[in-house]
């Protein structure tokens, strides 16, 4: 049995991949089990690092702080450029409606802890955990852990109170979920419309009988209006044609037009008579509408096109093509002329058969390429975030310099990259499964060595009389900010109940929550606003627990 002492017990680089891989294995494996239909997924690998740890397993601690630490980086840089792209989209005026609740929120949960921390002589490092936990918050708990070390105060009282309030930091929100419904929710907060009928993209089709337009080409139409809209199609005497911006209208011509929901109404009034056919059914055989023009959809897999605006390419005017939509991580973009591509874009081209496969040969339409991750990013990506984290910035008021540190300086990176990158003629483009990877990789690190590390003291810092403190501050931290501003976003906000549930999983950063909301609100409204608030949310929990610590130690 001494090679299984030697694997598993005396310090070397083996037994640092062995014990990790086996906490992370156990810690998989746990996750997958639902309790009441509630699983803490990730969370257990955290839980099993705790148990191998309180039992005496050790790893060298040089190397279970490189591992912890890069863990703690790879996952911070994969989440940022996941929701770079949606980051600052989601300041746009309707996103503002669920931002400032989520903010909210986030607010009156700190203020909360500084005060519990004051009234009930907790530390505020220990209070810090607390509140991660409470939140289910790990990149801030990380970002917290970087700050006391730049401050010289111990980091484990913050892990062991991450490790205490996580699993009620899971249950409380969905606690909190029913208790709002139960109490604040009118039959009306449920009838909010879902994702799908607030797309960002609507189609329909208009007979020109505006005698302003009769001879005027698309270009100065579009021009002189200031619409978004685009002409997929032009019938004129039972034919259809693609238009290029050159093309002029007449009386009777029909045309059909990609724009957004809150413009087709005021498109009608521009063109004069909507026809009633609907456009908008997913059961549309695009290629049956007409039969001398095909509807194809092209992926962008040519690096050269990474970057550039739509209008660059000049792809109507010379191929005779047009392209409707484009898609992109999910999301249906409207294919405005100053729009620009980025590799992984499924493009909607409308066309002739020849020249839509001309046009297939400058986007790419590879899929193979898009196989292989383009690594040099990833790398830039970390180095340029560590190096960011690193700059140290003063703040009036606070004697040591504010940091990002490793959670901070990555996961803004990352969000500027996923989101400019392509402007830059940067290949940022991973796969979802790609990106889901490195994230939880690196989670799976960071938790297995943040368990160990707290595993030593857990169970004697629960039995003692502030283990019940710690417990019950961090009920409150969870569920009394979530109860606080629903009732404030349904009726101050006028928002559905489920986009207030999205947006209070969002804020407290709870996918386990909006699995629980999904289940049991109809339509996607709750997704959609987690989607929307989450980047936003994240990025605030990991720069004010720094700033709160530095401001209060």
């Not at 397993?57 to 994969?78: C, H, K, N, Q, R």
């Not at 990013?377 to 960011?388: K, R």
Request: contains cysteine; proline residues 5%; hydrophobic residues 50%.
């Amino acid at each position: 049995m001494d090679w299984l002492r030697t694997i598993l017990v005396e310090h070397s680089a083996l037994q640092a991949v062995m014990v990790i891989s086996l906490i992370s294995l156990v810690g998989i494996g746990l996750g997958k089990i639902r309790f009441f239909g509630i699983s803490l997924g990730a969370a257990f690998i955290f839980f099993v690092g705790i148990l191998a740890g309180h039992c005496g397993l050790t790893i060298d601690p040089a190397m279970l702080a490189y591992v912890e630490s890069f863990g703690l980086v790879l996952f911070v840089y994969a989440l940022g450029l996941q929701v770079g792209p949606g980051f600052f989209s989601s300041m746009r005026a309707d996103g503002v409606r669920l931002l400032l609740p989520s903010i909210a929120v986030i607010a009156l949960g700190t203020g909360a802890a500084v005060g519990l921390s004051y009234a009930f002589g907790i530390p505020m490092p220990s209070m810090s955990g607390i509140l991660c936990g409470a939140t289910t918050n790990t990149p801030a708990l990380g970002a917290a852990q970087q700050t006391l070390q730049l401050l010289g105060e111990e980091t484990n009282g913050a892990a062991l109170g991450c490790a205490l309030t996580y699993p009620m930091g899971v249950v409380g929100v969905i606690l909190a979920l029913l208790f709002v419904r139960r109490t604040f929710v009118r039959p009306s907060d449920l009838t909010g419309p879902d994702a799908e009928h607030r797309r960002s993209v609507f189609i329909a089709s208009y007979r020109l009988t505006n005698p302003a337009l009769f001879g005027k080409s698309l270009h100065d139409v579009a021009a002189e209006s200031q619409r978004h809209f685009v002409v997929s199609r032009l019938w004129r005497d039972g034919r259809v044609s693609i238009p290029t911006s050159d093309k002029t209208l007449e009386k009777d011509d029909i045309v059909l037009a990609i724009t957004r929901p809150d413009e087709a109404d005021a498109l009608r009034l521009l063109f004069g008579e909507q026809e009633h056919k609907d456009w908008n059914s997913e059961n549309i055989d695009w290629n049956s509408v007409d039969n001398q023009l095909i509807s194809q959809r092209i992926l962008v897999t040519r690096p050269e096109i990474n970057g550039k605006r739509l209008a660059s390419l000049r792809l109507r005017n010379n191929y005779g093509i047009n392209i409707s939509r484009v898609y992109r991580s999910g999301v249906q973009l409207l294919a405005t002329p100053d729009l620009r591509l980025q590799l992984g874009d499924r493009l909607t081209v409308v066309g002739e058969a020849e020249a839509i496969r001309s046009v297939e040969k400058i986007l790419g339409n590879a899929v193979k390429s898009l196989n292989e991750p383009n690594l040099a990013a990833v790398f830039i990506g970390l180095f340029l975030g560590l190096a960011l984290g690193s700059i140290p910035v003063a703040i009036p008021g606070i004697s040591v310099p504010v940091k990002l540190g490793l959670a901070g300086g990555p996961i803004i990176v990352g969000i500027l990259v996923g989101t400019f990158g392509p402007r830059l003629h940067m290949i940022t483009y991973t796969t979802q499964s790609a990106n889901l990877m490195l994230r939880a990789l690196g989670l799976s690190m960071y938790l297995a060595c943040l368990g160990l590390d707290a595993g030593a003291h857990f169970f004697e810092t629960v039995m003692r009389p502030e283990g019940m403190l710690w417990l019950g501050t961090g009920v409150l931290l969870t569920f009394v900010p979530v109860v606080l501003v629903a009732p404030l976003a349904l009726r101050l906000f006028r928002l559905d109940y489920g986009s207030v549930a999205g947006l209070l999983c969002g804020s407290m950063a709870n996918p386990m929550a909006l699995d629980y909301a999904n289940d049991t609100i109809e339509g996607d409204n709750p997704s959609v606003s987690y989607a929307t608030v989450y980047p936003v949310c994240m990025f605030l929990r990991v720069i004010i627990i720094q700033i709160v610590l530095m401001l209060t130690l």
